[in-house]
């Protein structure tokens, strides 16, 4: 087994966790149609789906958006 790929693996499974939990606590940041699953279906499968119909990239582009520090930018 590539100790690379585990590796990579690890860092997806760490991203995708830190996206449920964050989405379960603030469901506000998926859109609407999400949010009715929630209160029809619970939050849990509403952040499941949203999670799961999510491309690798925009995942990893909402993982930063939500987590990484913006840079101070110098005027």
Request: charged share 35%; hydrophobic share 40%; glycine share 2%.
């Given at each position: 087994v590539?100790?690379?790929?585990?590796r990579?693996?690890?860092?997806?499974?760490?991203?995708?966790?830190?996206?449920?939990?964050?989405?379960?606590?603030?469901?506000?940041?998926?859109?609407?149609?999400?949010?009715?699953?929630?209160?029809?279906?619970?939050?849990?499968?509403?952040?499941?789906?949203?999670?799961?119909?999510?491309?690798?990239?925009?995942?990893?582009?909402?993982?930063?958006?939500?987590?990484?520090?913006?840079?101070?930018?110098?005027?």
């Open positions: 590539d100790k690379e790929a585990k990579e693996e690890k860092k997806v499974d760490k991203m995708i966790a830190e996206l449920y939990e964050r989405l379960c606590a603030d469901p506000s940041l998926m859109p609407n149609f999400y949010m009715q699953i929630a209160y029809h279906e619970g939050i849990d499968r509403a952040v499941a789906d949203y999670i799961s119909g999510m491309s690798d990239e925009y995942a990893t582009r909402l993982f930063e958006d939500l987590f990484v520090p913006k840079k101070w930018h110098v005027l």
